[in-house]
């Protein structure tokens, strides 16, 4: 083995330039698919951040209550009925404590909130404007939704008789915090609230509409009683929040759904992100590997006569594949620890990818 070293260091070194390009050529590759990765990787992640700031991962509902088709008779004839679709009335979760007990406790699950919702009218100075009322214990909802963050002007409070709202929906109608502003439900009750903060979502649709509310205020307001119209919940692993979604809606007997089914262009977008990184890797890979294999070939060519000797010497074949492989995999090791460097200094100069570990992996098995 220590004879397959010495020949492979010696052509190495006889041979400069050429090891000098293939070395450059690898770095070039592991630099483009390092810089590739963060590009992409640091996309999908700003886009699902800005998306999901103001969502929560699974959201669990009542279930829509459906008629059921029944048999007629009719002269001995069995058809079914022609049924329409029933008309869904607004249905509550009355039983709150133990679902969310449940869902709590389900593996997988890092938070979860009760909300209610439900359409209303903010009112100030004659103007009118339809915003959707939004009820929660601001403690249970800031663990699935961060707040602090979105907060523009004001506190971040929710005490009785108090309501956080968007900033387009503060501007349209000339409100700070500390005004008051008069809420009317879709059953006609009506609640006068003091603007406690501002907040920015991100969404200029949410700014607009979303009013939060108090708990008990909404509950009072939209006329629910002790009930809730939806479970907020904030899952430990985001991908999985699909899977997570059907097993809570089978232990609950809630109807689940999942930030993937509520933002499916959003997800059909990241999948085709993620299948033109692999593509671009696989092919910037396939295409260093043919750069290395074409100079060993070259180097195998112009040595055909040391090749010779060395087999009218003795030694056998798989020794001399040795030396050449071994040769290429050096040039490609050599490549591979310089490139983190480079792709880390192309990173640094993309506005839209954060730091992501792939360099410092690259680098793992380096001199550095």
């Not at 607004?90 to 439900?118: C, F, H, K, M």
């Not at 006569?305 to 040039?331: C, D, K, N, W, Y």
Request: some cysteine; overall charge positive; aromatic content about 6%.
């Amino acid at each position: 083995m220590r004879f397959v070293w010495v020949v492979a260091w010696r052509l190495l070194r006889e041979g400069r330039f050429q090891s000098w390009l293939i070395v450059g050529g690898v770095a070039i590759g592991v630099a483009v698919i390092v810089y590739i990765t963060a590009i992409v990787n640091g996309l999908q992640a700003n886009i699902i951040e800005r998306t999901l700031s103001a969502q929560a991962h699974v959201v669990l509902r009542p279930s829509e209550r459906v008629n059921t088709r029944v048999l007629q008779d009719q002269d001995g004839v069995v058809t079914l009925a022609d049924v329409r679709k029933r008309t869904q009335r607004e249905e509550t979760i009355t039983d709150v404590a133990p679902v969310l007990q449940t869902v709590r406790a389900w593996p997988g699950v890092a938070a979860a909130a009760a909300v209610v919702s439900g359409p209303g009218v903010a009112q100030q100075g004659g103007v009118r404007k339809a915003v959707v009322l939004l009820g929660v214990a601001l403690d249970d909802y800031q663990a699935v939704i961060r707040l602090d963050d979105k907060r523009r002007a004001g506190a971040l409070s929710l005490q009785t008789g108090e309501a956080l709202i968007g900033t387009e929906l503060a501007a349209d109608l000339g409100l700070t915090p500390g005004s008051r502003l008069r809420l009317q439900s879709a059953t006609g009750e009506t609640l006068s609230v003091r603007v406690a903060g501002l907040m920015d979502y991100g969404i200029q649709d949410l700014n607009r509409r979303r009013v939060l509310l108090p708990l008990r205020d909404a509950q009072s307001l939209l006329g629910l009683g002790l009930g809730v119209t939806e479970i907020a919940v904030r899952v430990r692993d985001l991908f999985a929040a699909q899977r997570l979604a059907a097993d809570l809606q089978r232990a609950t007997a809630l109807q689940a759904d999942s930030w993937q089914a509520a933002n499916g262009q959003l997800v059909t977008a990241l999948r085709s992100q993620s299948a033109s990184s692999l593509m671009i890797r696989v092919f910037v890979t396939i295409a260093v590997a043919l750069g290395i294999a074409s100079v060993l070939v070259v180097s195998v060519v112009q040595r055909q006569r040391e090749i010779g000797i060395l087999r009218a010497m003795g030694t056998p074949r798989h020794r001399i594949l040795g030396v050449f492989l071994l040769q290429g995999a050096s040039s490609g090791w050599w490549g591979r620890c310089w490139a983190p460097g480079w792709a880390r200094r192309w990173r640094s100069a993309s506005p839209v990818s954060p730091a992501t570990p792939t360099a410092a992996r690259s680098s793992r098995w380096c001199w550095r």
